[in-house]
């Protein structure tokens, strides 16, 4: 079992900026990856970035140029920067971890961390 822990969303002003964190425990088998996603009001959750275990990285067309994700292997945790947001960019974002194991799909979600865009 994989237990996922968001944090640090909050209130920011347009064009501020939040960094996330998630760090996930338990086994965790190589060739995951970890992600998030975000969900606002109304609308699907979606894919905003994610980073494979071999730090190969994708991202959402809206967000390129003003997030960046990262991990840290060592500790299992994945991070968002995110710079220059924008009220659009209100959402629960989700942290995510998934992998694959003798032909089985395992994945795993935190609980919610809201970022709230706002003047």
């Known amino acids: 079992q994989v237990q996922v822990a968001e944090s640090g969303g909050g209130l920011v002003q347009p064009g501020g900026s939040l960094r996330l964190s998630c760090a996930a425990s338990g086994t965790i088998f190589s060739g995951n990856v970890m992600g998030w996603y975000r969900q606002a009001p109304g609308k699907q959750r979606e894919l905003v970035a994610d980073i494979t275990s071999g730090a190969r990285t994708t991202y959402a067309h809206s967000v390129k140029g003003r997030f960046t994700i990262s991990r840290d292997y060592t500790k299992n945790t994945v991070y968002l920067q995110m710079n220059s947001l924008k009220p659009e960019d209100t959402a629960v974002y989700y942290c995510?971890?998934?992998?694959?194991?003798?032909?089985?799909?395992?994945?795993?979600w935190g609980q919610g961390t809201q970022v709230t865009v706002s003047s």
């Open positions: 995510n971890v998934q992998y694959s194991r003798l032909g089985s799909v395992y994945e795993y």
